[in-house]
């Protein structure tokens, strides 16, 4: 098994301010790493694919000036929310890839309720 | 995009096994179907995946069609607390392919 944590579970905070979530692969290493989000009711969303020591791609529809994607070390990747806003109020979900070639797993994190008040 | 098509939502009484069903009739032969499930506010949980061939573990079992165009999941005792939604997803396990979820199925068990 695989197992991953991340930090807060749980923030709320004022519109305007910016929110830093971490992800961390307890005890394997992550060479790629997913970041989703979830609004109420509705599915994941994909919104990036970053890959250690390299920039993040994002999926359609994603501003890559406001969801700050760092993933520095093999076991850590951070989310940074810049300037939130109500809307960005969601459910977000970190989910590493253990593996590489032709065989790998993905695996998620619990998640991390953000609230902008 | 998620290849997957799902009914949005299932009644199971609870003790009774539970048949959720799931078409990916766009599936290509490197492809394989897994399943996930999501409690209220938790992470996805993997439950099984497979092939081909039909797969079983200590959660559930499997059942892909011989063209693989379509699978079901089937828990064969459904208690309260497999109350949640299940997603399908087919997914090829070379590098750098992720999870696209679809909607999922809406598992309700009644007591």
Known sequence: GAVVSQHPSRVICKSGTSVKIECRSLDFQATTMFWYRQFPKKSLMLMATSNEGSKATYEQGVEKDKFLINHASLTLSTLTVTSAHPEDSSFYICSPLKGTGDWNEQFFGPGTRLTVL | ?111
């Open chain 2, 1 to 111: 995009d998620a290849k997957t098509t799902q009914p949005p939502s299932m009644d199971c009484a609870e003790g009774r096994a539970a048949n959720l069903p799931c078409n990916h009739s766009t599936i290509s032969g490197n492809e394989y179907v897994y399943w996930y499930r999501q409690i209220h506010s938790q992470g996805p949980q993997y439950i099984i995946h497979g092939l081909k061939n039909n797969e079983t573990n200590e959660m559930a079992s499997l059942i892909i069609t011989e063209d693989r165009k379509s699978s079901t999941l089937i828990l064969p005792h459904a208690t309260l607390r497999d109350t949640a939604v299940y997603y399908c997803i087919v997914r090829a396990s070379n590098t750098g392919n992720q999870f696209y979820f679809g909607t999922g199925t809406s598992l309700t068990v009644i007591p």
